[in-house]
């Protein structure tokens, strides 16, 4: 039917020209309605609708547009993609890890152009994959906003070439290239050859904390200024004289791979190595010891002494306490049972000491097995007297030019006023240090190198045993490597990568074993073979009569130490390292004096043995401070009290206290202890035998991450926590843990049935996959490196030391540290804590909008867009793994621009444009206010079963790591598919049913996470496995503990 | 007339020679006059606290929970502490309208008004502790069950968190309703006495209507009695789905069976305390001590002494249970973390034990129920051991649970969340004041529904009587 049209003007009723053409363009621009014929826009029938939809639309948009301030990131795309470079698709290059001497073979993955994670090269024939806490950290440092920029003239910017003029002009003089140890055959050249042009130079390597005792020691045993390779995996004894060798001592992550070897427990036949660890502050070291004593710095000579003289068939003489006396004499029955599988080491840095230990590893035939003379560690050549030589020659104005590389005297040097002195006496000063170091403040020319992620190079941690480096990205700044520099002062015609090409294609023959090498990242040529070196004892004599006429100690001794995180300082001011605990003190953010529980009653007052002073010791962070004189030079720090360190030892760590230039994260971090140490003979000696303590009245907060550290507490020995056992007890009752678990399981059907009978809740199927994870608490040594692995991979945010405080940590992973037994000497236990991802996870059921959830593959996935954040979740779990974004720590709130409160510096800090390119794009950065916890690094599962799919086949083993677990250097993490009947973690499930066991099993959460019973190789029998009583065995094992 | 007979040996509900004009005389009184300078000095205080409040939720929610001093390990603090107290203090309101009414406790009458009052009001005051609590407070809505376009999201209703949403509101809805029902006649005597326009007219509306008449009266009536009904399971209900927040958790500490019960019974000693704290200051500010006698006093304390002994009871069969389980980890929460005086929070349970179980014993004694002074002390002492209560249950529980790797730093409030809670003070009080300003205080027709049995005027004529020789009575009523 026609409708009927009114016409509206006379226009309209003559459909005239101008008329029509009005009607059409009534709306000048193009509107998106529906054109209805000539009918025009407000007869039609169907437009009306469209004009209220896009009405409301504009008007909803227009509201969200005004309301909704997001703050606009671009990204901008490749206008030329590079052929090799896919979007989203990692890339991964072999490449080496170089701090100072420290060298580890990595792999860097890159994402987008950025390397954003590190992983161990498990090619290589040392470190086998694994890393530490420094070498995962170590990325973060490529994005450091207080890199160097720019070369600088006396502090102004200037460029290479201005640069390369003025010191060519201004070299004069003896020259001295001062570095820390140099481990690259290439830049040994280069040097070389720089030093054959320059007459009268000299290069001088000094290390921060040096190995000049050992270097000197064996100069004088085996007549090599040298560190031979040690071989803890062949040891069945291993004696350690305060040796840190799984945390700091030379080579720890090399040295845990092979410690781990000797700790793996077959539960079929369990053999163990043994370790008697003697060491004065407790560490890392000491801690995974199977016997541990304790004794004065001042008498570790005459320990060397009176177990040379043990292992020798002689007695033990010159040793006051009985306890320790008992365990030189067990040392050395345990030394000499396994003779050629023995191996003592010592961490003084005293020649006499040295010297000893040389003869005891001769005694016991350790050369050729345990320590193999063929092949020398490189990673450390300095020696103490050469440099205090060098600043006496600089003193005297015999030096005129000073080139330095790595070495930092300004801050570690003992006497570092005297060397910042004989420094103004040198006419030309030039840095290259990467950040504005304290010694690179104090030179004329800085001329920044790279980040060894930037860089060129090569490296020979051992002899044969080569790594290489390449650059994974571009230089971020207008920096040089200190290679390219001497070789143009040297006036070659090639840059670095050429010399360092041609270096190696003569080496290898040819450009293919070049390329193939730096694709592998290492290779090993002309590997000579075992050799035990040839041994001569005539300076062992003056050794032992220098032991025994030692000074007596006064009465309170100290002892200087390396964190594992902070080393010498280099890890100072990266902000991951900083707030990585200490797995020792579980500390974060300072260096304080570590004290014994028997010194804290004395001297603090505080009796931890009093639960209600124990009490108020750890829930108030604030510990009292104590003023430490040492031969005149004065030190205020807070006291941490930590079993396990002598009664009349304190310990201060080094490499805190650190100039604000930096980096943010070192601003105001502690005090430098550095000044505490002396020169004795030809090394720094890191101890000291008379000082004197002052109790301040004043408190200072120390950011702990855990405050309690028992868990046999007087209230009831929380075995279900943890478990721990001793060889002896294990082989005489393999079962225990597990007829323990039955027992308490019964009355829910036993451990076959406790899933379906723990619950009143139909059980569901698994099928599919389910993943899971087993930790390996003998092989655990608690090093931290998956923590810091867990940040990178994770976005984890750093919080800061105010935060630390509160409790607000964001950790995933933590290592929890336990003690049993004995106050003053405790056995110690480290225990990886992550989510457990509970199959009944009470998160999961109260959460009231369903954020957290469980995956059909054994996953407790948390929502972040979904939390609310009611922490409901977070207090209902009992392992206490969920972590709460108390601020908008990471810059991504739902507020723009709001990090403010609680949001300090060094978060600030991290969240500087630079230092957001470390972020893995995988992985959300999670907002203030939602939950966010360990989550198996779903994006790496999701990725490896990606794989398997495209490659149309099953997972495989291979196809997923998580962080943690890639991360480890003892392989102490397994994880995979338990579904699966091949997969390693099965395998592992199945060939330990003994040790295994559930953290809270008897909650029946159901965890996804299993552990393996820490075993320490001790004869000790709980009394109960005597008498055979089983009733009365809990008391009994308590008393023990209690000891 | 009311055919209730009741004994001349009960002491009389009003006091006074009241008529029913007499009564709304005195109740609207302050309704109509000028307030006084008390009143403004307390309300400005009061909206000064409030306006702390709103700045302390403002920086909560603006820089993030960190603003509060809350760790890793306790999650929840004075915000759920206060939560639970303010539902606690919530709950005496609708136990005096509701159970009370339906038992015919005439003396329910006298305090009614005021105790729902504070009922809707500590339950608003309690509401918003669990909504800012919330990291994320702008997703609150997520909690609602509603049909929504995030694809197939749905709240989780295993969360006794949700449960609370459900079990709160339902409960201020209808003890909202239930008030509000009940103020319609007194609202319309207000209006009827009204001397401006605009009183007439706002209290018109408020009074939807009014007429008195008698169909009004039995609908009246009905509902009253209908949502008594409805309220009666609510009373129980709130403060057992409270509890289920800690119950059905596996913290040990939290995880007890005993909660519901115990929660209840805490909840009515708090709100009767509180219903005493207001009451003696209303009836001395208002004059109303008539109306509010020094009865209504005894009857509230000999509930106190009740319910304050069964969480007596409750806190020793929780110690018991903490042993005779033989559970570490809970024999550790009770006896070491709790009940061990010279632990961290040693202080916090045994400020609890003094205030809520050893202090309200006091009202064994006639002459103590009797004494406004030592109950305006006592009532103020059971709220600070109620608040104890909750503070201990939610953080001693927390702060030392399964892991000794765990257990925090001493948790303390910081000032924002001390402010949050001033601030629901400053909430409360603003409405309290704005409510004996402009509502009538006591339920003026429920007072004269039961005024000519109980009223003291009343109840001496009914003695006249009875002592009159029958002939007298039969004499002076046949003229």
């Known amino acids: ?171 004069s003089g003896n020259l001295v290239i001062l570095t820390s140890t140099i481990t690259s055959p290439s830049t040994k050249a280069i040097v070389a050859q720089f030093l054959a042009k320059n007459a009268g130079s000299k290069h001088i390597t000094y290390d921060a904390v040096s190995y000049s005792g050992i270097l000197l020691a064996n100069e004088a045993s085996y ?279 041609n270096f190696w294609t003569v080496k290898l023959g040819g450009t293919n074993g070049w390329d193939k090498a730096l694709q592998d990242g290492v290779i090993t040529i002309g590997e000579s073979s075992t050799r035990p070196g040839t041994y001569n004892g005539t300076a062992v004599a003056g050794a032992l009569s220098a032991a025994t006429a030692a000074k007596k100690g006064g009465k309170i001794e100290l002892v200087l130490y390396e964190k594992i995180a902070i080393g010498a300082g280099q890890g100072a001011s990266n902000p991951w390292l900083q707030e990585l605990p200490d797995p020792v003190t579980r500390a974060t953010w300072d260096n304080y004096i570590v004290v014994s529980p028997a010194m804290a009653k004395t001297l603090l007052n505080i009796d931890l043995n009093n639960a209600g002073q124990a009490d108020a010791y750890e829930v108030n962070p604030p510990k009292k401070l104590v003023k430490v004189t040492v031969g005149g030079k004065t030190i205020e720090l807070p006291t941490l009290i930590i079993p396990g360190t002598h009664p009349e030892t304190i310990g201060i760590a080094l490499g805190y206290g650190r100039s604000e230039k930096v980096g943010k994260s070192a601003a105001g971090v502690g005090k430098n202890a550095f000044a505490l140490a002396s020169l004795s003979g030809a090394a720094v000696n890191f101890s000291h035998n008379d000082v004197s303590l002052v109790v301040t009245g004043e408190k200072y907060p120390v950011a702990l991450t855990q405050t309690h550290s028992r868990y046999d507490t007087e209230q009831g020995n929380r075995t279900e926590v943890v478990k721990e056992l001793s060889l002896a007890a294990y082989k005489h009752n393999p079962t225990e843990i597990r007829d323990e678990r039955e027992k308490e399981l019964a009355p829910w059907g036993g451990l076959e049935k406790f899933e379906s009978q723990g619950t009143l809740y139909p059980v569901f199927d698994r099928p599919g996959i389910k993943w899971g994870m087993s930790v390996d608490l003998n092989t655990c040594t608690g090093c931290g490196a998956c923590v810091v692995a867990c940040n990178a991979e994770n976005n984890i945010s750093v919080v800061g030391k105010p935060e630390v405080l509160r409790g607000h940590e964001m950790h995933w992973l933590r290592i929890d540290r336990y003690y049993s037994g004995d106050m003053d000497n405790p056995n110690v236990v480290f225990q990886p804590l992550m989510c457990q991802h509970c199959d009944n996870a009470p998160c999961e059921n109260v959460c009231p909008v369903a954020a957290t959830n469980h995956s059909s593959e054994g996953l407790n996935q948390m929502t972040y867009n979904r939390c609310i954040g009611t922490r409901y979740c977070a207090n209902n779990c009992p392992f206490k793994v969920r972590r709460f974004n108390w601020a908008d720590y990471t810059g991504s709130d739902s507020f723009g621009d709001n990090q403010k409160g609680h949001v300090n510096e060094v978060v600030l800090d991290m969240n500087d444009d630079l230092t957001r390119m470390v972020l893995n794009p995988d992985v959300t950065v999670r907002s203030r206010g939602v939950i966010e916890k360990c989550s198996f690094c779903v994006q790496r599962l999701q990725e490896g079963k990606l794989k398997a799919k495209k490659d149309s086949r099953v997972l495989s083993d291979s196809d997923v790591k998580v962080a943690c677990q890639q991360a480890c250097p003892t392989n102490a993490i397994n994880f995979g598919n338990a579904n699966s009947k091949e997969s390693a973690i099965t395998m592992a499930r199945k060939e330990n049913p003994n040790r295994q066991f559930y953290v809270l099993e008897q909650l029946h959460v159901l965890p996804g996470v299993t552990y393996l019973a820490k075993v320490r190789n001790t004869d000790e029998m709980p009394a109960h496995h005597t008498e055979g009583e089983k009733e009365g065995a809990k008391k009994e094992h308590t008393e023990k503990a209690h000891g | ?150 694809g197939p999201l749905w709240v989780n209703f295993n969360s006794p968190l949700l449960w609370d949403v459900f079990a709160i509101s339902t409960y201020f809805t209808v003890s909202l309703l239930f008030w509000y029902s009940g103020l319609l006649p007194d609202f319309a005597t207000v209006r009827d006495r009204a001397f401006t326009k605009l009183r007439k007219r706002l209290y018109g509306i408020a009074a939807f209507g009014w007429t008195g008449s008698t169909k009004h009266w039995q609908r009246h009536e009905s509902l009253s009695l209908v949502l008594a009904g409805l309220s009666t399971p609510l009373v129980l209900s709130v403060h057992t789905i409270v509890s289920f927040d800690f119950a059905t958790s596996v913290i040990p500490g939290w995880h007890t069976t ?222």
């Open chain 1, 223 to 501: 007549g090599m200024r040298a560190i031979p390779s040690y071989h803890f995996e062949n040891a069945k004894t291993i004696v350690s004289l305060g040796a840190d060798f799984l945390g700091t001592w030379l080579s720890p992550v090399e040295f845990s791979k092979q410690y781990a070897n000797g700790k793996k427990l077959d539960e079929k036949n369990p053999e163990m190595s043994k370790h008697i660890h003697f060491e004065s502050v407790a560490s890392l070291t000491g801690a995974n010891a199977d016997e541990k004593y304790l004794h004065r710095p001042s008498e570790t000579a005459a320990i060397a002494a009176a177990l040379l003289s043990a292992v020798n068939g002689g007695g033990v003489s010159g040793i006051a306490d009985a306890r320790l006396k008992e365990g030189i004499e067990k040392a050395a029955k345990a030394l000499n049972n396994h003779k050629g599988a023995a191996l003592v080491v010592a961490g003084s840095n005293d020649v006499n000491i040295q010297l000893i230990v040389n003869a005891i590893n001769n005694a016991i035939g350790a050369g050729g097995t345990t320590i193999n003379w063929g092949v020398i560690n490189n990673i450390r050549v300095g020696v103490d007297a050469d440099f205090a030589k060098l600043v006496d020659d600089m003193n005297a104005g015999a030096v005129g030019t000073l080139l330095i590389v790595g070495a930092n005297p300004a801050y570690s040097w003992f006497d570092a006023e005297k060397f910042k002195s004989a420094l103004k006496k040198v006419k030309t000063t030039v840095s290259f240090a990467g950040k504005m170091d304290e010694t690179a403040e104090l030179c004329k020319f800085v001329l920044p190198d790279h980040h060894f992620l930037e860089s060129w190079g090569d490296a020979e941690a051992k002899t044969s045993y080569f790594s290489f480096l390449q650059p994974t990205i571009y230089p971020l700044f207008k920096t040089r490597q200190w290679q390219d520099s001497l070789l143009k002062w040297s006036g070659a015609n090639e840059d670095y990568l050429g010399y360092l090409k």
């Open chain 2, 258 to 479: 005993i909660f519901p019960p115990y929660f209840v019974a805490g909840a009515i000693f708090s709100g009767f305390a509180m219903v005493q704290t207001l009451m003696i200051i209303v009836r001395k500010v208002f004059a109303m001590e008539d109306y509010v006698t020094i009865g209504h006093i005894e009857a509230m304390n000999k509930v106190i002494v009740l319910t304050g002994s069964i969480v007596g009871i409750a806190y020793l069969t929780e110690l018991f249970m903490g042993w005779y389980s033989q559970n570490k980890y809970e024999g550790y929460t009770f006896w070491y973390s709790r009940a061990y005086l010279f632990s961290p929070y040693g202080w916090s349970y045994w400020g609890m034990m003094a205030c809520n179980v050893l202090s309200p014993q006091i009202f064994w004694f006639r002459k103590m129920r009797r004494n406004i002074f030592v109950t305006f002390f006592m009532s103020v002492i059971v709220n600070i051991g109620m608040w104890f209560e909750r503070f201990v249950i939610i953080v001693t529980s927390l702060y030392r649970d399964y892991l000794p790797s765990s257990w925090s730093v001493y948790y303390s409030p910081s000032i924002w969340e001390i402010g949050f809670y001033a601030g629901t003070f400053g909430l409360f009080f603003t409405c309290f004041f704005l409510f004996a300003k402009y509502f009538p205080v006591i339920a003026i027709a429920e007072i004269k529904y039961v005024l000519k049995t109980t009223g003291e005027g009343y109840k001496n004529e009914m003695g006249n009587i009875e002592a009159q020789k029958l002939e007298e009575f039969v004499h002076e009523h046949a003229h």
């Open chain 2, 1 to 150: 007339m009311h055919l209730k007979y009741e004994s001349q040996l009960r002491e009389p509900l009003v006091y006074g020679d009241k008529t029913y004009s007499k009564v709304t005389e005195d109740i609207v009184r302050p309704i109509e006059a000028k307030p006084t300078k008390l009143w403004y000095i307390g309300f400005y205080i009061a909206v000064a606290l409030l306006m702390f409040g709103v700045y302390s939720v403002y920086r909560e929610v603006t820089y993030g929970i960190g603003e509060w001093n809350l760790n890793k390990t306790v999650g929840w603090g004075w915000d759920i502490t206060n939560f639970v107290w303010w539902v606690g203090i919530g709950h005496a309101g609708t136990l005096i309208s509701a159970i009370l009414l339906l038992f015919r406790q005439g003396w329910r009458t006298g305090v009614n008004r005021a105790a729902e009052a504070m009922t809707i009001f500590a339950v608003m005051c309690a509401g918003q502790f669990p909504i800012f609590h919330m990291g994320r407070v702008w997703m609150a809505f997520f909690v609602l069950p509603y049909p929504n376009s995030r």
């Open chain 1, 1 to 171: 039917m026609e409708q009927k049209k009114h016409w509206q003007s006379f226009g309209e009723l003559n459909k005239s020209e101008a008329y029509n053409k009005d009607v059409k363009d009534e709306f000048k621009e193009d509107l998106p309605f529906v054109e209805d014929e000539s009918k025009g826009f407000l007869n039609a029938k169907a437009p009306r609708r469209d004009f209220l939809k896009y009405l409301g639309f504009s008007t909803a948009a227009a509201a969200a547009a005004a309301s909704c301030e997001m703050p606009v990131k671009k990204a901008i795309p490749f206008a030329n993609k590079p052929e090799d470079i896919v979007p989203g698709i990692a890339k991964y290059y072999a490449t080496t890890y170089v701090q100072d001497g420290d060298t580890v073979s990595i792999i860097a993955k890159v994402r987008d152009g950025r390397p954003i994670k590190i992983e161990g090269n498990d090619l290589s024939p040392l470190t086998k994959g694994g890393t530490s806490a420094r070498v995962q950290a170590s990325v973060l440092d490529l994005y450091d906003t207080s890199r160097l920029r720019f070369p600088t003239i006396n502090g102004k910017e200037t460029s290479f070439e201005a640069v390369d003029k003025a010191i060519a002009a201004s070299m």
